[in-house]
């Protein structure tokens, strides 16, 4: 279905360079970066342009705008979001989501990669001495930093920080007008190579359930789209909260399969269960 088409990359922030080899090797696409494509008009990490739709919305903009600008039926693109894990709480997160859309055959397949495995972070800084262990806690240099005189004034702001001497000179002329300056990690891809990695592993994702094709139509994508709970206690028998059933779904026909004990158990351990543990 894929072989030897050519496939845009809907990026400004080098995603490409973990993307694409990816895709070459397992699709035997021909991956291209648009030229001059501004991704950064529907929104920018640092706040010059809000995001005004959620992450899905989004990434099936950016991944469309491409494809119709540069004539080509299919396309790959990906979103991320930063902020508190959804569960574990006081814990960052880095939320990346990526998709592919085929025109030609009338796909679209989301694979989404939710990961702690991130340096997102920001302070007040009033201290050359508080700079430096700012920057040692989120892997300077390797990852960039902006500065600027508070999270929503962006007047003086300078992006894409990677040297100290750049990092330093621009902290000391904040601290002579504000007295402090606001530092923030640059979340771009290409200035953060442990986001980078998170896209990296949502692209494994999206590979996989590209591979996963339905038993009926035999069209790429079929994967879970709901879970059912109801392992039973190992010791009463009881239906516990825990994980029976996954259930998958074509895109395309709507054929569905339900696949029990998928995560290789029949029953549950005791201490999850309402009755034998209330």
Request: glycine share 6%.
């Amino acid at each position: 279905m894929f072989e030897g088409r050519k496939i845009i990359i809907s990026t400004k922030h080098s995603k490409e360079q973990v993307i694409a080899p990816l895709l070459e090797k397992h699709l035997h696409v021909k991956c291209f970066v648009p030229e001059n494509f501004d991704t950064d008009k529907l929104g920018t990490f640092s706040g010059e342009i809000e995001r005004e739709h959620d992450p899905i919305t989004t990434l099936r903009n950016k991944c469309l705008m491409a494809m119709e600008q540069y004539n080509c039926d299919l396309g790959i693109a990906s979103e991320g979001s930063f902020g508190a894990h959804p569960t574990l709480f006081f814990v960052p997160a880095d939320d990346e989501f990526v998709m592919l859309i085929d025109k030609k055959n009338g796909l679209e397949i989301v694979a989404r990669e939710l990961s702690t495995l991130t340096n997102f972070s920001a302070e007040f800084i009033s201290t050359e001495k508080e700079l430096k262990a700012f920057a040692e806690k989120i892997n300077f240099p390797s990852h960039g930093l902006i500065i600027k005189k508070s999270e929503k004034e962006l007047g003086e702001m300078q992006k894409g920080i990677t040297d100290w001497n750049t990092l330093n000179s621009a902290f000391q002329s904040m601290l002579r007008q504000n007295g402090k300056a606001y530092v923030e990690t640059d979340m771009r891809a290409m200035m953060n190579p442990t986001r980078m990695s998170v896209i990296e592993k949502a692209t494994e994702k999206l590979i996989e359930k590209i591979k996963s094709t339905c038993p009926q139509c035999n069209t790429p994508g079929f994967s879970i789209t709901d879970s059912k709970a109801g392992l039973p206690c190992e010791n009463c028998g009881f239906p516990t909260k825990s994980t029976l059933s996954y259930l998958y779904q074509c895109a395309k026909c709507s054929f569905t399969k339900e696949e029990k004990f998928p995560k290789q158990k029949t029953v549950e351990d005791p201490m999850y269960c309402d009755i034998c543990n209330p």
